[in-house]
Structures are given as structure tokens and as C-alpha cells.
């Protein structure tokens, strides 16, 4: 199984090289599952992983001028103080025990993976789905409000804090639609948006988790290298066919989740 663990670890990295996000909906399924790591624990190995390797795939989007760090900026303002709350006093005190359904036993590691899963149907839908998103050509440096953005990434910071997600599937079109920016742009800003929240909602998590840094590092560097696998596949692939056969992955890994924790 920690074979299989390791191969999957670069299909987190290939994702976010291809598409922008969608990695991070694998991270914590593949922890858990393939390397037998604690829902919890794995939400916060996840933030490291996520968080590190959308580092490396924003800088090399930051080289080619394909980041808006202002508006990086301004919606990780809401974001990655939400995040870090989250992780810092929200999800230490969330109990093991949260409530029985006809002598079903809801405990936190169970929400966890079902939320997790909710999130990985919805998230292949809109991948399935490929609707074209009409971007502008060109960024529109007047439309950054940030007001406009506070809402929304608030509602990204509860998602990355509790899930460990980066919600990749959910910032790409937020930054097309509200900030009204060119696609390639829109994704290398939400890698580096996503990089600012897990990394900082990680460091919420320092003092609650007994971390094994040889392994989180290993992981790591695994996916790292799979973003520069998926950048070469970018060039030869186009990206939406890609796109499309991973929310079908997706699709079925999130049916199977909601299977295993609520019926096997």
C-alpha cells in the first residue's frame, strides 16, 4: 500500500502542475488510506504538502508573470487568518464523539472523511462539468475590491482549515469571475494563495500534532517533483481533457469514501 501511497503522492503534485488545483483533494484520502495516518493528523500533514508543493508551482508562475500577488494579498487576508484560527482552536477542540444516528457512532474522524468526501463530489462535478469560463485577456487592475473578496475567503479558509484542501476547484473561478483575471494568471495566483493558507494553517497546528518530519518531507518532495512532471505534460496534453478524466477519478474516490465510513 505505501507503494501505491508514494505514486499517488506525484499525482498530487502532476495536478497542480496541470490545472492549478485538485491535488489537494487527493492529499488527505491517500494519508489515510494508503498510509493508514489519523483523518486528523492527515488534514494537517496535507496543509504541509499542499502548502509547499503550490509554492514551488506559484514561483515558477511568478517568473513568467502569470501571479497577481495584490490579489493574492488581499484575499489571503480573510483566508489565511480564517485558516489559521481554525486550525489553531477550532479543530484541536473538536471531540472525538459528536452524535449517534440509529446506533451509528458520528465521531470527528468520520466527519472528517464524509465532509472530505462532500467536497471531492462537488469538486469533480465542476471538473466533469469543464464549462469554458469566459476570462478577459487581460487583467483588470481596477476591479481588486476587497470587500468583494473578504466573503468568499473566509469561506476558502474554513475549507482549507478543517479539510486541509487548498479548494483550488473554488479559487480559479472566483478569480476569473470577481477579480476578472486571464485564466493562466487565475491559476498561478490561486497556487499562491493556496501555498499562504496551508502554510500558514500548518503553522496553526505546531504544538497539537506529533509531527514525523522524514515523512511529511519525503511526501513532499515526491509531489514537488510532480508538478514539474505535470508542467512538461502541460505542454503536450491539453489540460481540459486532463482536467475532465480527473474529476471522473475524483468522482469515484469521493463515492467510495462515503461508501467505506458510512456503510462498510
Not at 485538485?22 to 493528523?41: A, K, N, R, W
Not at 503550490?54 to 514561483?59: A, R
Not at 513568467?64 to 488581499?74: C, M, P, R
Not at 481596477?142 to 483550488?168: E, N, P, R, S, W
Request: hydrophobic share 55%; net charge positive.
Amino acid at each position: 500500500m505505501e507503494i501505491a501511497g508514494y505514486l499517488a503522492s506525484a499525482l498530487i503534485g502532476v495536478s497542480l502542475g496541470l490545472i492549478g488545483g485538485g491535488g489537494s483533494i487527493l492529499t488527505v484520502p491517500v494519508l489515510v488510506y494508503l498510509f493508514g495516518i489519523h483523518p486528523l493528523l492527515a488534514t494537517s500533514y496535507s496543509l504541509f504538502i499542499v502548502g509547499i508543493t503550490s509554492l514551488i508551482g506559484s514561483y515558477s508562475n511568478f517568473k513568467n508573470n502569470l501571479v497577481s500577488v495584490k490579489t493574492a494579498l488581499y484575499f489571503g487576508a480573510a483566508s489565511i487568518i480564517t485558516v489559521f484560527l481554525t486550525r489553531k482552536f477550532l479543530v484541536p477542540n473538536i471531540p472525538h464523539h459528536l452524535f449517534t444516528i440509529a446506533g451509528f457512532e458520528f465521531t470527528s474522524s468520520v466527519f472528517t472523511m464524509v465532509l472530505f468526501a462532500i467536497l471531492m463530489l462537488a469538486a469533480s462535478l465542476s471538473m466533469i462539468k469543464n464549462n469554458q469560463m469566459i476570462a478577459p485577456e487581460k487583467e483588470c487592475t481596477d476591479c481588486i475590491k476587497f470587500l468583494k473578496l473578504l466573503g468568499y475567503g473566509v469561506a476558502i479558509g474554513i475549507i482549507t482549515g478543517i479539510l486541509g484542501a487548498g479548494g483550488g476547484f473554488l479559487l480559479i473561478p472566483a478569480l476569473v469571475f470577481l477579480v476578472k483575471l486571464p485564466m493562466k494568471k487565475a491559476i498561478g495566483t490561486s497556487l499562491l494563495i493556496i501555498a499562504l493558507n496551508s502554510l500558514i494553517g500548518f503553522v496553526g497546528d505546531l504544538g497539537h500534532f506529533q509531527i514525523d518530519w522524514i515523512f511529511l518531507l519525503t511526501i513532499s518532495a515526491i509531489a514537488i517533483a510532480g508538478i514539474f512532471i505535470g508542467g512538461i505534460i502541460s505542454k503536450k496534453i491539453t489540460s481540459a481533457k486532463l482536467k475532465k478524466g480527473f474529476g471522473w477519478f475524483v468522482l469515484i474516490m469521493g463515492v467510495y469514501i462515503l461508501i467505506k465510513e458510512i456503510y462498510l
